[in-house]
């Protein structure tokens, strides 16, 4: 009778120890990532935080939020806009926005004007930044963990400090996977 309720406690546990290891290894990846990375802890920390602020001065203004669909990136203060809205109007808006935010050199404004893309082809995104990421990261000339890939309706936009020639690479990469239509730099050069 006892081995019956013990056997449940001893598969939850199992699941449960399960879900810490992902959790480690996630934490371990993101670590190496980090560490990989030429900005600074600070400047990392400082585009965290500068997309947390964007997201949050953008929710606070319901003409833009609930009409407009906008994806933020930030890496060095760069700070990348891309999505849908249905004005001129608002798509300037978004830009005044999030430029005052604290760390922010420059805004890419990429918002299209229009109807928000839709949830097939925002998992079409997905799979096309998955597709670019993993050949970047398959690639021994261009070091994956300096290249964002954002995509937004089919457009790669690749991000990041890197030098002229990975930058030419990447950019090759992505032209060359299928599905994509467009690729935008949105690069900070360094020459090391």
């Not at 963990?145 to 690479?169: D, F, H, M």
């Amino acid at each position: 009778m006892r081995l019956r309720h013990l056997l449940p406690a001893v598969v939850v546990g199992a699941l449960a120890l399960q879900g810490c290891a992902a959790v480690i290894i996630a934490g371990a990846a993101g670590t190496a990532a980090a560490i990989d990375d030429r900005r600074t802890i600070g400047s990392q920390i400082d585009d965290n935080a500068i997309e947390i602020k964007a997201v949050g001065r953008l929710r606070e203004r319901k003409d833009i939020w609930d009409h407009s669909r906008i994806s933020i990136s930030s890496v060095n203060g760069t700070l990348l806009l891309v999505g849908q809205t249905p004005t001129a109007h608002l798509r300037s808006e978004i830009a005044k926005t999030v430029s005052g935010i604290t760390s922010v050199k420059t805004v890419h404004n990429q918002i299209k004007i229009g109807t928000p893309i839709g949830l097939s082809t925002q998992t079409n995104d997905a799979w096309i930044t998955t597709k670019v990421k993993a050949d970047l990261i398959g690639d021994k000339s261009v070091n994956g963990n300096q290249v964002k890939v954002v995509t937004e309706n089919s457009e790669v936009y690749l991000l990041g400090l890197v030098t002229q020639a990975e930058a030419a690479r990447a950019t090759e990469i992505a032209r060359n996977v299928t599905g994509v239509k467009q690729v935008v730099r949105v690069f900070e050069y360094t020459t090391k």
